[in-house]
């Protein structure tokens, strides 16, 4: 280990220069996560009611392994990346790695997903699907109209199918007592 | 001969139309997703879970069979006609795959894999006809404390010995083990971390997870750097299969399969190690070296057959030890175990009929996958082109569905919304999911064989390694480690700065 890599300032030569600082402190909150996760753990698994024949292992022993690994795990993962040693990100087919993370596109979708979920005891599963689709397709970039078309087909399309075939049914809501749509 | 007449049987059963059509079902949609990016077939079998508990196990098993090696065909279509790969096991074939498409040679590339990979798939399958029960009989045998020896070797190879940053994947492992605990403690009936929940109590479904981690995580990563425009196809040209296609390609396909039965039978994290030293084998006896790079054929047929051989070689554990070394094979795994049946050495025994018919589906899979992966890859690279918001927000909409169809109650999909945003944030700093998953899967198992292993010891600790097989385990397991540690701390070495990859 040679001094430079563990200080990474950001004129160093060996290419720390090129992790963002953003990267940095979000590496960290995942790392304090995992760490808090395991706290957590070993915590609550005190309060865990341990009752059995004496020389058998309870219900406590596994959860305080697992949250001492959380804690272990989640440490060394600080002090990589302290080291410089970020996570790879992840390779996909759809990812362009050359652009900045677009944080108001994911921020859209779980927006989308919260309106998803929140709407289907209200006017039941179609429209919420509908609601889903549509608002996903189209923070990703679909033209406006052609989402709203394939989202009502979709969403009525798959209404019908588990209402007629699976024999599941999903809560028809607004569309509740009409025939193929309420199962 | 009693296992041929019972794999007679299961041809027998197989072949009914009815199970052919749930075959054809499930290879057609693992050739789809297989073709798709974003979706894997870990995440359609788990979609498939709640929808098929009114199907019986049989047939139900057999789709998901179909899926399973569907996905590793589909997945050598993109990786070769898609200028950006993914499936990970098939990033080696993109190597040759798609240089060979660009240099106008795309349709010698789509034959050589699917004709590689059904010959290794079935030379593998036979493999796995022929081993499978044999090793059934000998695992009767094993007590608690093999059993969780093997689970430890599962744990620390698909956690710690793959991928870039071991720590990330045991922290991954551990947070896949933690949810393994929410719920009832099966032993004692104690609650354990519901928060107070009532529907806590039952646990996080398996489905919930998996969908969540797989398909909500990877629609929000892709969602936050999506590539725009149109898909960039490259044109399939080419002949097909000449005289030089068969005399350069049968050799890899045959060194494939015996690079990647073996890897997918031993916990080693099933099909990417098989690729790599597949590849690195091609290469060292090409009679061309210098092709390499610039699209030789043997690059693809070998990685590609070992692909599909270590896919089938993944099947060994699972069925006869009840192991999973695959996210797939997890979910796998949970299927089984929502039919009440726990895949392992009395699988042969007790659910013979299921399990002939289920493998004879692989043998019968597998030539369907040929027709429709060579005759018919012109529709799979429509399929390929599908708009990505379209596509994307369509694996939203079936990952909330699917969920919502495990209990049709509203608090699954809060769940799947809090782990789909961690599997977003673990994909960003190269946290793996497949140890989340194998451990979330595992570990009830495990923590299950731990305890019984200590009641009969009465406590006493060293039960856990004095049995003879779960003390080989744990020594090659420490051999492999040591030799790990030894290549890392090389490697460091060698590169003594430093450098973080972006």
């Known amino acids: ?183 | 001969m009693g296992n041929l007449t019972a794999l007679l049987e299961g041809f027998a059963t197989a072949a009914q139309p009815e199970y052919l059509l749930y075959a054809l079902l499930g290879v057609t949609l693992g050739t789809a997703v297989g073709v798709l990016p974003g979706i894997g077939p870990a995440m359609t079998v788990a979609l498939l879970l709640p929808l098929t508990y009114s199907l019986e196990p049989t047939a139900a098993l057999i789709i998901f069979a179909g899926i399973y090696y569907g996905g590793m065909y589909g997945g050598s279509t993109t990786s070769i006609l898609l200028n950006t790969p993914g499936e990970s096991s098939s990033i080696v074939t993109a190597l040759e795959g798609n240089r060979m498409a660009r240099a106008g040679r795309g349709a010698a590339a789509l034959a050589t894999a699917a004709i590689g990979s059904f010959v290794a798939g079935t030379i593998a399958t036979i493999l796995l006809t022929a081993l499978a029960p044999t090793i059934a009989d000998l695992a009767v045998t094993l007590g608690p404390a093999d059993y969780v020896a093997l689970m430890v070797v599962a744990f620390t190879t698909v956690a710690a010995l793959l991928g870039a940053s071991p720590v990330r994947g045991l922290a991954s492992l551990g947070i896949g083990l933690f949810i393994g605990l929410v719920g009832t403690d099966t032993l004692t009936g104690q609650q354990r971390f519901t928060l107070g929940v009532p529907t806590m109590s039952d646990g996080i479904d398996v489905v919930v997870v998996a969908v969540g981690v797989f398909a909500v995580g990877e629609a929000l990563y892709v969602a936050a750097r999506m590539r725009h425009g149109p898909v960039e196809v490259v044109p399939v040209g080419g002949k097909w299969m000449t005289a030089e296609f068969w005399r350069r390609s049968w050799k890899p396909w045959l060194r494939g399969t015996l690079i990647g039965f073996p890897i997918g039978t031993v916990p080693a994290g099933g099909a990417d190690v098989s690729t790599f030293l597949s590849y690195a084998a091609e290469k060292k006896l090409a009679k061309r070296p210098e092709e390499f790079g610039k699209g030789a054929i043997e690059g693809v047929a070998g990685p590609e057959a070992a692909n599909n051989a270590a896919a089938a070689g993944v099947l060994v554990p699972l069925l006869t030890l009840g192991l999973p070394t695959t996210a797939t094979a997890a979910v796998i795994v949970a299927a089984f175990q929502s039919y009440g049946i726990q895949p392992g050495p009395l699988l042969f025994t007790n659910n013979s009929a299921m399990v002939w018919a289920l493998i004879a589906s692989l043998y019968i899979g597998n030539v369907m996958l040929l027709v429709l992966n060579l005759p018919l890859v012109k529709i799979w690279v429509k399929v390929l082109q599908i708009p990505r918001p379209y596509l994307y927000a369509g694996i939203l909409l079936f990952a909330a569905l699917g969920t919502y169809a495990v209990n049709f109650v509203v608090d699954d999909l809060i769940v799947l919304m809090v782990i789909g945003v961690v599997g977003f944030f673990m994909r960003r700093h190269g946290y793996p999911v497949a140890p989340l998953v194998v451990g979330l899967i595992l570990g009830p198992m495990a923590e299950e064989q731990v305890r019984r292993t200590l009641q009969i010891s009465q406590g006493s600790l060293s039960a856990l390694v004095t049995s003879p097989f779960a003390a080989v385990a744990y020594s090659i397991l420490a051999v492999v480690l040591a030799l790990a540690i030894v290549m890392r701390v090389r490697r460091r070495i060698t590169r003594p700065v430093d450098a973080p990859q972006p």
């Not at chain 1, 292992?57 to 305080?64: K, W």
């Not at chain 1, 060394?76 to 080291?83: D, F």
């Not at chain 1, 996570?87 to 050359?98: F, K, L, R, V, Y």
């Open chain 1, 1 to 183: 280990m040679t001094s430079s890599d563990t200080v990474p300032g950001p004129d160093t030569p060996s290419g720390t220069a090129s992790v963002p600082t953003s990267a940095k402190v979000e590496e960290y909150v995942f790392g304090g996560l995992v760490v808090a996760l395991g706290v957590f753990t070993l915590v609550d698994a005190t309060t865990i009611t341990a009752r059995g024949p004496l020389g058998s292992v309870g219900p406590r022993a596994f959860p305080y392994a697992v949250g001492a690994l959380l804690v272990v795990t989640g440490v060394m993962a600080i002090v990589a990346t302290l080291r410089g040693r970020l996570g790879p990100a992840e390779d996909a087919e759809d990812i362009d790695t050359s652009v900045r993370t677009d944080w108001a596109t994911v921020a859209k979708l779980v927006a989308v997903l919260v309106a998803h979920l929140a709407l289907i005891d209200l006017v039941g599963w179609p429209v919420a699907a509908m609601v889903l689709f549509f608002g996903a397709a189209w923070t990703l970039g679909a033209i406006w109209w052609k989402a709203l078309v394939v989202a009502v087909v979709l969403a009525l399309v798959v209404q019908v199918v588990f209402a007629s075939g699976l024999g599941l049914s999903l809560p028809a809501g607004v569309f509740e007592g009409v025939p193929l749509l309420d199962g």
